[in-house]
C-alpha cells in the first residue's frame, strides 16, 4: 500500500514538470478541464482491485515502474520504412509516436475537404470551439483513475469529425506507436460523425523495440442522428507493455455503430467499451481477445439503452493459452423508459491449456418491462471428437488443434469489412497460429 | 492388407472384445454384422486409434505394419480411411479445406508434392459429382447443418479424395433413405478395386444389396460367432441374431 501512494505521488510530481509542454494551455476551459483531472487523480489513484470493478485486474504491481511521460523525453525519430508493418492498406493514416503527432509519416492525402481529421493538438489552435463541444462529454458520468489521468495529462490524440451526409470513402487509421522504454503516453481521440454521416475509423496501438511502458487511451466517439460509424481496434503492444483503454460512445436515434475488438499484445490490457444507445439506434460490439504466456486481458464492456427501441448486439470470443488470464465483464442496462429494446450478449471462451483462466460476467439490468434481453457465456476447449475427426483425416494433431483454434477465431474476423484489415488481422493471427498447413485458403 | 489377430479390447475395465481375428486380403470387401452391443462400434473405433479403448492382447496390422502404434493421422496416412457413424460437425473448417489438407498430408507422407490448385479443384468437382452433391457443399463448413445423407455422402467424399487401401464403412447405412443409400453404394463401388479393401459394420442386411460382400461375419458379444459368404446375410435378416448364439 505504501509503495501505490508513493507511486502516485510521483506521477502527481511529475506533472508541474511537464504541464506547460502539454496542448491547449492558452484555453482556460482545457486547464481547468485538465486541474480537473489532476485533483480527482490525486485523490484516487489509479484503479485498485477493492473497486469491484476492477477486481480481476490488478495494475498496481505495474504501475509502481512509475512509467514517465512520454513528454518530457525528446522524441526519438522514426523512420518512415520502419512504419510499414503498421500501415493498414488503403487507409488514410494518422501517426503518433511516443504520445506526439508525425506529419511526415502521416498520409491524409485525398482525404475530402469537409472532414476534418488532424491531430488533437492541432485542433485545439485551429478549432478549439469545436473541440470543447466534444471533449469530456462522453466520459463525464465516469469516474476512474485511468480516465481522470488520461485528462490531465493526454498529449495528443486523434481528431476526426464527418459533417452532415459525408460519407467517408475509405478507412483511416490512427497508427499509435511506442518506441522507449517505461515511458507512458496518454491520447485522447475525439470522433464526431454528424446527422447522416458515415465513416470507418481503425484505432491500432503497437510497441516497437521498447518493452514496458504504458499506453493510456480514451476514445469519445458521437455518432449523431442517422450516422453510421465503423470502429475498429487493434491492441498489438509489446510483451511488457501496460495497455487501458476506454471507447465511450453516445448514439443519437436512428443511428448505428459497429464495433469490433482485436486484443492481441502487451502484458496487462485493459480494454473499456461503453455505449449508450439512442431511440431506434443499433450497436454491434465484437472482440476477440488473445492471449499466452503470462498475459492478462480485460474487457469490460457496458451497453446502455435509456430511449426506446434500439438495439444491441454484443459479441466477444477469448483464445487464452499458457498461463493467461482473460476476462469479460458485460453489462446491458435498460432504464425505465427504454421499452422494446432487443439486446444480446454473449462470450465464448476457449482455453487450451489447464493453467490458463477466464474469469466471466454478464450483467442484465432491467427496469423496463417489454424487452428482449439475452444473454450466454461458454467456456470451453478444444473438442476432443473434433480433434480425432480430422486426426482420421490425416491431419497431425497439433495442426487439428490449430485449424480448430483459428475456426473459433475465424468467426471474429469474417465480420471485417475492409479487406486490408481483414489480411492484416489475418497475418497477426496466423503468426499466433504457425502451422504451415493453415494458409491462405482462409483469405 | 488388414489382419487381425485375437485382438481384445477393454473399455475401462469392461471387456468388450474378446478375441477378434479377421484376415482382410487386397480388394476384399468385408462385412461384419452383429446386434447391438455386440462390439462393432468399437471395432472400428479401435482400427482408427480412437482415445479411451485398452488393447489389452493381439494384434492389428496393416500391410504387414503394427497399427496399433499409430497415431490416427499416421493410419490415415498409411491408407486406412474410418468413414464415421457419426460425423462431426466443425464449424470455422470449411469442407473444401480440410480436403485439401487431408490430400496434401497423405501426398507428403507418400513423398509427393502439394496438390497444385487447380488440378486439386477439378479432382474435387469430378468426384463431388459422383456423390450427387451440390459444389456449395465444398465451401459449407465441414458437415454443419448437413442432414444425415448428405454427412454420409460427405465422408465417401473424403474418401474418394483420399483414395485410402484399407476402407472402414461404420454403419454407413443408417439414417439414409433409399436414395440417398443408392448414391452411397454407388460412390462406395466406383472406389472398389484389387487393390482397395472394405470392411463394412453394419446392423442391416439393406446395405449389403447395394455394395455386395464376399465374406460376411457376425459379431456376437466381443466375438466373431460365424463367417460365411453374402448369403449368411440373407439368412440373419430373415432369422434374426437370435438363432446365432443358440448354434454356437
Known sequence: ?????????????????????????????????????????????????????WRYTNVTPLIKKSFQSVVVKPSIAVMPEQMHDYYVPDCWQVVIVDGHFSKTLSKLDGLPEEVVVMALSDALIKCPDKVKRYLGQAVENEDHGFIHYNTAWFSEGLFVWIPQQVKMKQPLQLVHVVTQENVA???????????????MVIESYFGSQAQAYLTSSISEVFIAENAHLTLYK??????????????????????????????????????????NVGFAAACDLNGLFVGRGRQHIDNHTSIEHLQPRGSSRELFKGILDGRARGVFQGCVKVFEDAQKIDSEMHNHNLLLSDNAEIDTKPQLIIYADDVKCAHGVTVGQLDDASIFYLQSRAVSEEDAKDMLTFAFANEMVEKIKVSGFKSYILALLLQRFPQGSIEKEWL | MLSIKDLQVNIGDKSILKGIS????????????????????????????????????????????????????KRAREGLFLAFQYPVEIPGVSNIYLLKAALNAVRLHKGLSEVDALDFLTLVKEKIKLLGMDEKFLYRSVNQGFSGGEKKRN???????????????D????????????????????LRSESRSFLMITHYQRLLDYIVPDVVHVLSDGQIVKTGGPELALELEQKGYGWIGQEA
Open chain 1, 1 to 53: 500500500m505504501a509503495s501505490a501512494v508513493s507511486s502516485l505521488e510521483k506521477y502527481v510530481e511529475e506533472y508541474d514538470e511537464i504541464k506547460s509542454t502539454l496542448p491547449g494551455q492558452e484555453l482556460d476551459w482545457l486547464v481547468q478541464l485538465r486541474r480537473q483531472g489532476l485533483d480527482q487523480f490525486s485523490t484516487q489513484g489509479f484503479p485498485t482491485i477493492r473497486n469491484e470493478d
Open chain 1, 185 to 199: 503516453t496518454a491520447t485522447r481521440n475525439l470522433i464526431v460523425a454528424e446527422a447522416g454521416a458515415e465513416g
Open chain 1, 234 to 275: 487493434l491492441q498489438n503492444e509489446a510483451s511488457k507493455a501496460l495497455h487501458c483503454s476506454g471507447i465511450y460512445s453516445r448514439q443519437e436515434k436512428h443511428s448505428s455503430f459497429n464495433y469490433l475488438d482485436f486484443s492481441f499484445g502487451g502484458l496487462m490490457a485493459r480494454n473499456e467499451l461503453h455505449v
Open chain 2, 22 to 73: 479377421l484376415d482382410i486380403n487386397p480388394g476384399e470387401v468385408h462385412a461384419i454384422m452383429g446386434p447391438n452391443g455386440s462390439g462393432k462400434s468399437t471395432l472400428s473405433h479401435v482400427l482408427a486409434g480412437k482415445d479411451g479403448y485398452t488393447i489389452t492382447g493381439g494384434s492389428i496390422e496393416i500391410e504387414g505394419q503394427d497399427l496399433a502404434e499409430m497415431a490416427p493421422e
Open chain 2, 155 to 169: 465422408e465417401i467424399l473424403q474418401m474418394a479424395i483420399m483414395e485410402p487401401k484399407m476402407c472402414i464403412l
Open chain 2, 171 to 190: 454403419e454407413t447405412d443408417s439414417g439414409l433413405d433409399i436414395d440417398a443409400l443408392q448414391i452411397v453404394a454407388a460412390g462406395v463401388n466406383s
